[in-house]
């Protein structure tokens, strides 16, 4: 029996400039496109594919696809995520001896910064905390300095770099840093120095929305003269978002799977056939989620989905599973 490929999942290793499908391929090598730009092979066996990955321009991210004699496989997203962050110092001058008076800027650091992700949920679903690294088209800049401090692998250490890991929770939406290192070689009698800064966490949606992190805090530097500083990050997006637009496009399995009804604030829907460990997700018919969760749909029958506190009159109910995904409107 003929079986197409299938993509379980992908990962970006940006210090190699690859990419890993995680999937069934078979044994015979075939292509693999990114946003309909064919990537070149690294390796090919049955569950893994590591194929290059460019850092910018076409190909960089966007739907992932695996071709073979077999035929075609599923799709999935590659995310981009992209945004600036920006570490402001401000000083009071006091221009009336009062103790009191306007906040002056007096230093900043700026930071572009991007990763690649496959957000769409995964099987085995107990994989929720996933590494990443940002990717080489990030760096950064310091106010009165010209220099560009452009991306560094967080296992190395050289001078006017910046490196930034962290880590993404898939269940709870929201992503979590390690320090952001800038490492900096003034190239004269100053000598050099590094900086560090924590953010916070932060959170997604699979619209494409970032959401979170705006601080103030007061630290004291020398001569006991307080200092205020502001993080911020703007703007602020996810490039190729795997939305419920995308997720139906490149659905695999037939509704007739599937059948739906509501109960009070329950989703009931009858299986016609076994899926697995399923990830059900409720979406706005314009990509926001509204509410996820994780269903071991084991054999043919009727399991729910709980829907209480949900304010939509159209919504999308989204089952993926490692046989595939399958999309049903819900009017509520």
């Known amino acids: 029996m003929r079986s197409s490929p299938s993509i379980s999942y992908l990962m970006a290793d940006e210090v190699k400039s690859q990419l890993q499908i995680h999937g069934s391929f078979g044994i015979d090598s075939g292509s693999v496109s990114i ?4 990537v070149g092979i690294v390796s090919w ?38 945004l600036d962050f920006l570490h402001s110092k401000f000083a009071q001058e006091d221009l009336g001896g009062q103790g009191v008076g306007d906040s002056v800027r007096i230093g900043y650091q700026k930071w572009k910064l991007s990763w690649r992700f496959d957000i769409s949920p995964r099987v085995p679903l107990a994989a929720f905390l996933i590494p990443f690294e940002i990717s080489k088209s990030s760096y950064g800049k310091m106010i009165g300095l010209s220099t560009i ?59 494409g929305i970032l959401s979170g992190f705006h601080r103030n805090y007061l ?22 978002p795997p939305n419920p637009k995308n997720t139906v496009a490149d659905q695999s399995q037939s509704n007739n799977f599937v059948k739906i009804w509501l109960i009070d604030h329950l989703i009931a829907f009858q299986a016609s056939s076994p899926l ?23 054999a043919r029958g009727t399991y729910t989905f709980d829907a209480n506190g949900i304010n939509a009159r159209i919504a999308f109910l989204v089952l993926q599973s490692a046989k595939g995904v399958i999309a049903k409107k819900v009017m509520f």
Not at 35 to 38: A, L, M, Q
Not at 223 to 238: K, M
């Open 35 to 38: 946003e309909d730009t064919t």
């Open 45 to 82: 066996s049955d569950t893994l594919i590591i194929c290059n990955l460019p850092d910018t321009g076409k190909g960089a991210g966007g739907h992932v696809a695996v071709q073979t004699v077999k035929g075609m496989s599923n799709k999935r997203t590659l995310s981009v995520f992209s």
């Open 149 to 207: 401090f452009s991306w560094e692998d967080t296992n190395t250490y050289t001078y006017a770099t910046i490196q930034l890991s962290g880590y993404v929770d898939l269940n709870n939406s929201t992503i979590h840093f390690k320090s952001l290192q800038m490492h900096i070689d003034l190239a004269n009698s100053y000598g050099a120095y590094d900086t560090a800064v924590y953010l916070l966490p932060i959170t997604f949606d699979s619209s």
């Open 219 to 240: 630290y004291c530097e020398c001569y006991s003269a307080f200092i205020t500083c502001r993080d911020t990050l703007f703007p602020r997006q996810i490039l190729f």
């Open 276 to 298: 697995g460990e399923t990830t059900a997700s409720l979406y706005t018919v314009d990509g926001r989620l509204l509410k996820r969760a994780n269903i071991n749909i084991s």
